[in-house]
Structures are given as C-alpha cells and as structure tokens.
C-alpha cells in the first residue's frame, strides 16, 4: 500500500474502535474480536454498485449511511447485535470531498449503533461498496427463514411501499409528500430494536429488501409453507395511500423494494408475548404459494422483485 492509500484510510476510515468484543481494529493485517461464550457469530456481505444499485448523482453521505444500513438490516432480521464491520471500497479515482461526506454518513449511523469500523480494502476500480457486518446472538435465539408452521400469523413492522416509492419519486415521479418516501429509500433505518425483541417469539424473520411478495417467499421457500395475505392490512404511509390512489398500482408496497422493515412469523400461543404494535397481515398455510385477498377476491401473487441476473 502507497503512503497516499495509507494516509486515505487514515484520514476517512480510522477512527476509534470503542466496543468491547472489538480489541484490534484498523492497522494490522487482521482484527481482532472476541465472540463471547454461549453465542454465534452472525456475519453478513452486501455490495452496492454504481449504476446497478445506486445513481452515481446521490449524495455520498446517504450511500455511506445506506451500505451501513442494510447489512445491519440483516443483522436485526436474524436477531443479532452488531458490533463490527468491515468495508471493502473500489473507486474510480481519489476525490477526498466524495471520500469525507461518504465516510461522515457511514460513521453517523455506525456511532448510533455503537458499531466499529475494523478494518477493510481499498483498491482502484469501477465503483463499488461492499460492507460486511458481524453481530452476535445468544446460541439457538437466531431467527432463521426455516422456522415458519402453518397457523403462524405474519406480522411486519412499520409501513411498506415507502422505498418503492423513494425509487419513483427519485427517477421522477410526481409525489404529494415526498420527503418520507425520499428518506427511506435514501437513508433507510435497520431495524435492530425489533429484531433483538423478537428471540424466542418470532418462528422466522426476514428483511425486506426486494419487496414482500419476494422476501416472505423465501420464508416460505425455507419454511416448506404458502400463505395467505389480507392486502386490506398491509401498512401504509399516507404517501403510498396517494400513489396507489393516483396510479392503481396497488402491488407496489408487496413487489417494491428497499423498505427494510422485518416480515416475521409468531406462533398463536406466542401472541401475547408482543410487546410492540406490528401489524397482522396474513397466515402460513400448508398449502405452497402465497395468495392475497384484495377487495374480497383471492390472487394468487408471483414472488418477483429485483432479480439481477434475469
Ligand atoms: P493488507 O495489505 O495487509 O491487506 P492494507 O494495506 O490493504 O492491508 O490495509 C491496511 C489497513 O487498513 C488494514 O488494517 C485494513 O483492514 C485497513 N483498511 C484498508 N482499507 C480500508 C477501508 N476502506 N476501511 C477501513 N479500513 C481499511
Ligand atoms: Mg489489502
């Protein structure tokens, strides 16, 4: 690594490692961190390229805040409690103004979940993100996709639709109240509280990311079930309300992504152990597929999102 290179990570990407399970972090070949006794490590990757995921015209800091957030997304859907990650950065040239907002918005929601940055590469190259995060669950208490029985009832948390929307609005789409939408496709929350709260009361869980119809059918894939949804009580914003009002596209909060919020199944008998007001919107069945009623008619709804090699 050239002195340059060094001197980048130094100034945007080295900053104090304050987690406990964090004991080495940027500046050796490895980190180093412990997994204490009685849990797993939970580890997950995911890339951002441009073009392909994100328009080269965004603001640096919602990209830094935006790679962070849904690997942590992850984390929070599998139950876990992040406490690391690495960054693998590729970019086209060196533009240190890009590089410190990019950076600033990665450790503003990194320092809000107390998650170190440890370590990462950095190479020349179209550009493309890569972020990998590590978190912790007690041994058992993951929530796994597999987990689902027919009787559970599949709840969410928040609204949907709203990135689907972002996504509209930011190639376009004329919207009446476009600042949230905006925001959750821009700088989308992970849901770690919730996912922490639902050990030991959720059979399964998954982030949306690719749209409902798509992310609850790997429940089901993994799960060996169908279900059946009531699109009545599928959560909405006002904005979503107004699209769907104005267009017709009705599908959107079930086939658009980037909304990461947690689809997450729960026993009958493990009701009352919800602590929180998700809402209720549908349940497994032994039946495959997944159908919706609309309007008191029954579908049958494809699982399609973003595929990316279709
Ligand atoms: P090596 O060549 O031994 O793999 P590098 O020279 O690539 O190490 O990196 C030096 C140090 O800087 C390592 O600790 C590495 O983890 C860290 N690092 C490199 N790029 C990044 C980055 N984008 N963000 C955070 N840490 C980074
Ligand atoms: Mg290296």
Redesign the pocket.
Known sequence: ?SAA??DL?ARF??WPAKHKLNRLS????C?LCCVPAGHELAVTTDTMVAGVHFFETVKPAFLGHKLLAVNLSDLASMGAEPFAV????TLPRVDEDWLADFSAGLRQLAERYSVD?I????TSGPLTLTLQAMGIVPEGLALRRDGAQPGDLIYVTGTLGGGGLGLKIAQGYQSILPEMALQRFHCPEPQLKHGLALRGIASACIDISDGLAQDLGHILAKSNVGACLDWEQIPLSASVRDYIEQTGDWQLPISGGDDYQLCFTVPPEKQHQLTTDYTRIGVIEAQPGLRINRQGKAQTIQAKGYEHFS
């Open positions: 690594m290179e060094f990570i990407f080295d940027v500046g050796d070949d980190a690495t960054l693998a950065l940055l370590g990462g590469d950095t």
